[in-house]
């Protein structure tokens, strides 16, 4: 059985959005799935990450088109140099009323026409039982909704995070017409595709009201996050964020308390150690140093994937956060999964009904605190100190095996068939 996987993000780019598809394809003929990826030439990825190209399966066909982006000229990017500062991206007033309400539903828009016209091409000469196109960027998905209309193929429409609903959306200051048009192209999709994917229980809710057939199909980890290597511990009452942190995400109630908690506290100033890994947003640092935690905080940029993984692992505490934006319970981050692999005890913050929460009590990997609970917060961060100080900080995880990447290709490979 062949499928055709239209993905933007493919080795070598780096960040969480490459991992899903290129894990799904990494194991797909071992469930008699024989994957087929289109995706772009010569991409202008803001973060890229090379190691990743050791892990696409020899003898995968990989077809590439180059594209046109407009954002090489608003944001002034450079083919030399990835782009820095993504998490800052939406902080620009004008560009980013100009890419919300020109480039509908996103910037690749552009590269939408010349897909189908190659891909038209390609489906002439080959057989393909079904298509699956991942989003964002959602473009991706009416490039397949073309190849759909044209062809008696089946078609799979994945989405890692929602289209009107993602969380950075209300920073682009859409009017009336471009909301209406972004609303017109989702229900489009919704209601065309044979099957919507996506990775939480609360986004299938959503999409269940306008979709024929939704499946979820969580994020995951894979072999090279379980290394039988024992890792040796920060000394210091590390809290570790690994990943990119927009402002969405800052967690100005954290960085409150544990100012309070360190002015209180001694012992646990000089203990207290903030780890920052990937691109951290502007208003973060600033929130950081307004609550006088500069001298309790590293600042590293990007890593590898395989580097990052090693950050995981040794940190005393994992920090999960949730940006605090409309419908955040359905919002489940990659990182996720491979923090519960780093087995550490995991503090999140976000909302304390979501799917985050039934996940890591299910897994006893940790907890969730409310936006605003300040006192569970306090109480929390107090209480893993005190066990960190005791040399018992653990976790006694469990059921995890669930969320491996060959598991779930598993689970997606019985979804493509039944269609």
């Given amino acids: 059985m062949k499928v055709l996987v ?53 003898g995968v066909e ?11 000229i608003l944001f002034w990017k450079n083919k030399n140099n990835q782009k820095k500062d993504i998490s800052n991206s939406t902080n620009s007033g004008f560009l980013s009323f100009i890419r919300g309400n020109f480039f509908i539903p996103d910037p690749k828009i552009f590269w939408v026409k010349p897909s189908v ?62 909301k209406n048009k972004n609303l017109k192209l989702e229900k489009s999709v919704m209601k065309n595709a044979d099957c919507i994917l996506t990775v939480s229980n609360s986004l299938k809710k ?28 920060d000394i210091k009452f590390t809290i570790s964020y690994i990943g990119l942190l927009p402002k969405q995400s800052n967690p100005k109630l954290l960085f409150n308390v544990l100012n309070v908690l360190c002015l209180e506290n001694l012992n646990l100033k000089n203990d207290l150690q903030l780890n920052f890994i990937g691109d951290i947003s502007d208003e973060v640092k600033k929130e950081i140093e307004v609550n006088n935690l500069g001298a309790n905080t590293s600042f590293t940029g990007y890593v590898s994937h395989k580097e990052a993984v090693q950050y995981q692992k040794k940190s005393q505490v994992l920090l999960l ?6 419908k955040s319970e359905g919002i489940l981050t990659g990182k996720l999964f491979e923090y519960l692999t ?22 006893n990997a940790g907890v969730v605190i409310d936006f605003n609970d300040e006192a569970k917060l306090t109480s929390e961060i107090l209480k893993l100190y005190k066990q960190f100080k005791r040399g018992k900080l653990v976790t006694n995880f469990k059921d995890i095996e669930q969320f491996h990447r060959k598991e779930l290709t598993k689970k997606i490979s019985e979804i493509i068939k039944s269609i």
């Fill in 62 to 72: 990989v077809l590439k088109q180059p594209i046109w982006e407009p954002t090489d």
């Fill in 342 to 363: 780093a087995k550490r005890p995991i503090l999140a913050i976000g909302p304390e009904n979501g799917d985050l929460s039934k996940i890591l009590k299910e897994t």
């Fill in 117 to 178: 016209k190659f891909l038209q091409k390609y489906l002439n000469d080959n057989a393909i039982d079904v298509i699956i196109s991942t989003g964002p960027p959602h473009s991706l998905h009416l490039i397949a909704q073309k190849l759909h209309q044209k062809n008696t193929i089946k078609w799979i429409a994945d989405f890692r995070d929602p289209w009107t609903d993602l969380y950075y959306n209300s920073e682009f200051n859409q009017l009336k017409f471009a």
């Fill in 321 to 326: 956060l949730i940006p605090n934006v409309k």
């Fill in 206 to 233: 959503e999409f269940d009201k306008t979709a024929k057939r939704v499946e979820v199909i969580t994020n995951g980890y894979d072999d090279e996050v379980l290394s039988n290597k024992t890792q040796k511990l």
């Fill in 6 to 58: 239209l993905t933007y993000y493919w080795p070598p780019a780096g960040g969480s959005g490459v991992q899903r598809w290129l894990k799904f394809v990494k194991y797909f003929q071992d469930f008699g799935i024989e994957p087929i990826v289109y995706t772009v030439d010569d991409a202008n990825y803001p973060k890229e990450d090379s190691t990743l190209l050791n892990e696409i399966p020899k």
